[in-house]
């Protein structure tokens, strides 16, 4: 992902109004349990990749690709072999 590519997204996220824009990096092989934030999260895939299951439905996210989840949205998270590292925006 080039840097172009990380600017245009952070534009995109404060033009829809994601204000919290941060990189996560989450350790290889790891895991969170099924939780949920009192945030929307939309966020850029840099590295690595993420499991996200919603609703009992499993999607795997690699480099490139954008995940969005919703104000209150149950989740569970699977990172990689490598872990992950994403750019995300909150609000």
Not at 25 to 50: K, T, V, W
Not at 56 to 71: A, I, K, M
Not at 72 to 78: K, T, V
Request: charged share 25%; aromatic share 8%.
């Amino acid at each position: 992902m080039t840097q172009t590519s990380q600017d245009e997204f952070t534009e995109v996220l404060r033009r829809e109004g994601y204000q919290n824009v941060v990189v996560v990096e989450r350790e290889p092989n790891a895991a969170l349990d099924l939780h949920s934030h009192p945030f929307a999260s939309r966020a850029l895939i840099l590295a690595g990749e993420i499991e996200l299951i919603v609703g009992g439905r499993s999607n795997t996210y690699r480099p490139g690709e954008v995940f969005v989840l919703q104000n209150g949205e149950m989740h569970a998270e699977r990172y990689g072999a490598a872990g992950v590292r994403y750019l995300v925006g909150r609000k």
